[in-house]
């Protein structure tokens, strides 16, 4: 199997068992042995064989997180970058609505819930990122119906990933430790340029985003990307784009909004003038962009989308209110802005 010891370590990295291991060495075998490309190995397998091979296993029941994990890995771990950040997208929307209906019942019921997931299904797991589109549109409409456009904002705007807020422990310590907000925000900003530097220098995947020097310089331009900027009641923070490589390279106006969507769930559909999915699903990336900052201050944040892609906007744009007792810490009274 092509790269099979590069592969075998990077499951090792990031915490797999041994059975583990092989079980994920077995499925991408299985795999070699169906869509291998012209040189009998996984190297030159065109990605049109690699998606038959999902749909087949969702067509068996078999297209698992794990499975479907173990693929992307692979292909990252052979720096075949195209197939690898491909998969992940299969990845990024599993979970999403559901986890949103979860929520909907929490905030205002089972009954509730149900009516908004009455008219539409879900796609099962290992369905490529174009089969959502339908459904989250379905769902945001109903959504929207039922509640209203600022109850719904409630619902979508919030940690939909469940990323645990231990991941910025060392962030809360660093605010703390600050002598102003704008320190922070700065110093923070340059720790992640400093991530995507190191990305750049040794050519590996940053999530599911090719990093070059030209991504490093364009981010170290802007500190509203990957941190944010205080006009001193509300902090500004325009999301980095989803492949900012080519992003950048482009001069296409609708290629380069497409390739500045994160939301799998959504960029699909995107047009000149819009998007098949409501702008106003652009509030779950609120949420994600603002969970930082509710986790370092202490405190839930309330943010708003101020541009989007999907509403025909050449970014996304947030702008995220600053808790009094954060101005409070260092001195500030909150404008009436």
């Not at 990957?226 to 609708?254: C, E, M, N, Q």
Request: charged share 25%; with cysteine.
């Amino acid at each position: 199997m092509y790269k099979e010891k590069e592969f075998r370590e990077r499951c090792a990295a990031r915490g797999l068992e041994p059975d583990a291991i092989e079980r994920a060495v077995a499925w991408v075998r299985i795999l070699e042995a169906e869509a291998a490309g012209p040189d009998g190995t996984l190297a030159s397998a065109p990605l049109s064989g690699v998606e038959r091979h999902v749909a087949d296993l969702v067509a068996r029941g078999e297209a698992g997180e794990d499975r479907l994990m173990a693929l992307a890995r692979y292909f990252a771990a052979a720096g075949i970058d195209a197939v690898a950040i491909r998969l992940l997208a299969y990845l990024l929307p599993v979970g999403v609505l559901p986890a949103m209906a979860d929520r909907l019942a929490e905030l205002e019921g089972e009954a509730v819930r149900d009516r908004v997931m009455a008219g539409f299904e879900v796609p099962p797991t290992g369905s490529p990122p174009e089969a959502y589109p339908p459904a989250t549109a379905a769902f945001v409409g109903a959504l929207e119906a039922e509640l209203g456009a600022e109850r719904a904002r409630r619902v979508l705007c919030w940690n939909v990933h469940g990323i645990p807020a231990a991941a910025f422990a060392a962030e809360r310590e660093a605010f703390l430790a600050s002598e102003s907000l704008e320190d922070w925000l700065a110093a923070y900003h340059g720790r992640k340029i400093r991530e995507l530097e190191r990305h750049a220098e040794d050519g590996t995947l940053w999530f599911e985003q090719r990093i070059t020097p030209a991504v490093v310089d364009f981010v170290r331009g802007n500190q509203e990307i990957l941190s944010a900027v205080s006009d001193g009641s509300h902090l500004w923070a325009t999301k980095i784009p989803y492949d900012p490589d080519r992003f950048l390279a482009s001069k296409d106006p609708l290629e380069r909004r497409r390739l500045a969507c994160h939301c799998p769930l959504a960029a699909s559909t995107i047009t000149r003038t819009g998007a098949g999915v409501p702008a106003a699903w652009c509030a779950c990336s609120a949420g994600y962009e603002k969970f930082l900052f509710d986790t370092v201050f202490g405190e839930e944040t309330e943010a708003v989308v101020t541009e989007s892609v999907l509403a025909g906007d050449p970014r996304c744009r947030f702008k995220i209110r600053i808790p009094e007792a954060v101005l409070e810490r260092f001195g500030k009274a909150a404008s009436s802005v």
